[in-house]
């Protein structure tokens, strides 16, 4: 029998990895190989999509055929669009036509498992074995949702960038799936070829003005997130956030710097950045080009990598061995809401793992972790702020959740929870249950104040 592989991608990152799972063998053979793109944008009528993606021939040229799966449930809109169960059969008989897959025994290849477009797709093709790859450090942390048995027992394996080698992914762990590791090298040759097939002028320019002779500086680069577009912080915070990384580079020495925008940012989000660039006397170049971290990393080397926890300061470090630090974790973090967010958990690996901008011995003095800090120190962490997370997904972790926090609760790692939350689950560090009804309580609220002006 037949075997078309169906892969779904919405981003030029997550289309690199699965170039790299590829080119590493990492897919059984099969007769056919699809793209499949999809468009999240809000305003994905008129928003270039990821065929529009600078250098996305040079990766597409992997695969027999692209195609657009917006087109396929216009006008509905794919972050939203979940197909009635009773419709499931007519819609597979449909696309097999459609797509020309007969009777091919089909299997699919999904970012996001949790959520349409990738769920909607899968029950779409009840049969389809599926594999999951990791599109960032969001993998790191629990499923999101609880998902159907029906679904998650189809589930072969999750794919996944070792960005923090020796820790294990908690995605899908709960069906047993094993998690596999994308080749580095294969991931960088990959980034390379995307390089190589970018025309970039701008970017150009910036190489050549920092690798002009004696004197020269690579720059610092600044990773925008747009951190207000999901509710984390306002938006005159996320300015702020840049001007910080402004102050912070030029705090280090740093007088060439280079801020990447996020795509979707508007350009008002770095302003104030480029007004505190020019009273500090640093040169920040702003770039308008949508290209990947990962090739500025290949063209222009730079001195330093700062972002707030993008995926890409782990990629900056781990695989390119560039110096990084993070800011604004701390405060993300102290206001990031619902509990469960799945910003969580690549929040917390960028403030456990990462320098802060603010400490420049500590930036200067940094090296990536290697496996063994990780098993000991960043495992337990994990898996605790993932069990409170999502501790009816995670239960059999409970345990462990409870033997890291007896033993490592401390006014270090007291910002990755919230008392509350604690409570709620009966864990170490939460108020016990039969003193529960103390923060309620107007004279225990009293005699606290009198017992703080008494000993101040």
């Known amino acids: 029998m037949n075997v078309t592989q169906i892969f779904l991608a919405s981003t030029l990152y997550g289309t690199a990895t ?64 979940s197909p009635r169960a009773e419709d499931v059969p007519l819609w597979e008989r449909q696309l097999r036509a459609s797509w020309d897959l007969g009777t091919d025994r089909v299997e699919l290849i999904v970012e996001s498992l949790q959520v349409p477009p990738a769920q909607s797709l899968c029950r779409l093709f009840p ?3 599926i594999e999951v790859y990791a599109d960032g450090l969001m993998s790191y942390g629990p499923t999101r949702f609880r998902l159907d048995p029906a679904l998650g027992m189809r589930v072969r394996r999750v794919l996944h960038l070792d960005l923090v080698p020796g820790l294990e992914p908690l995605l899908l762990t709960e069906f047993g799936v094993r998690a596999e590791a994308i080749p580095a090298a294969a991931f960088l040759k990959v980034i390379g070829e995307l390089d190589a097939a970018v025309e970039t002028p701008e970017i150009e ?3 050549l003005a920092t690798d002009s002779g004696p004197g020269s500086a690579a720059p610092a680069l600044l990773l925008g997130q747009y951190l207000s577009a999901l509710d984390l912080v306002p938006a ?11 102050r912070g580079a030029h705090a280090l020495g740093h007088r060439e710097l280079v801020f990447k925008p996020h795509p979707s940012a508007p350009a008002a989000y770095s302003r104030r950045a480029e007004e505190e660039a020019e009273r500090l006397g640093v040169r920040l170049t702003v770039l308008s080009t949508p290209v990947l971290a990962e090739t500025l990393y290949e ?10 926890f993008s995926t890409g300061l ?15 974790t701390g405060a993300v973090l102290a206001r990031l809401s619902p509990y469960p967010n799945s910003n969580r958990i690549p929040l917390v690996l960028a403030d456990a793992l990462l320098p802060d901008l603010a400490d420049p011995a500590a930036v200067r003095s940094w090296t990536p972790p290697g496996p063994e800090r990780v098993t000991a120190e960043l495992t337990g962490l994990l898996t605790a702020v993932g069990f409170t997370m999502q501790p009816k997904i995670l239960t059999e972790h409970r345990a462990e959740a409870e033997r890291w926090l ?27 249950a039969q003193l529960s009804f103390l923060p309620r309580s107007r004279a225990a609220r009293r005699l606290a104040r009198l017992l703080r002006r008494a000993v101040g």
Request: net charge neutral; proline share 8%; aromatic share 6%.
């Open 127 to 129: 049969g389809a074995a």
């Open 205 to 207: 320019t910036l190489a």
């Open 299 to 308: 063209r222009l080397r730079p001195a330093l990598v700062v972002g707030c």
């Open 18 to 81: 699965l170039a790299a799972a590829l080119d590493a063998d990492l897919f059984p053979p099969a007769g056919r190989r699809i793209l499949l793109t999809s468009n999240h944008s809000v305003t994905a009528e008129i928003t270039p999509g990821l065929t529009a993606a600078p250098g996305f021939a040079a990766l597409s040229s992997r695969f027999d055929a692209v195609l657009d799966w917006n087109a396929v449930i216009a006008p509905q809109h794919p972050s939203t669009w």
């Open 406 to 432: 007896t033993a490592h609760l401390t006014p270090d790692t007291w910002r990755y929870f919230t008392r509350r939350r604690l409570t709620t689950l009966g864990l170490p560090g939460g108020i016990p």
């Open 236 to 246: 005159a915070e996320e300015e702020e956030l840049h001007v910080e990384m402004v």
């Open 314 to 328: 782990l990629t900056a470090a781990t695989l390119y061995g560039l110096p990084v630090a993070r800011t604004g």
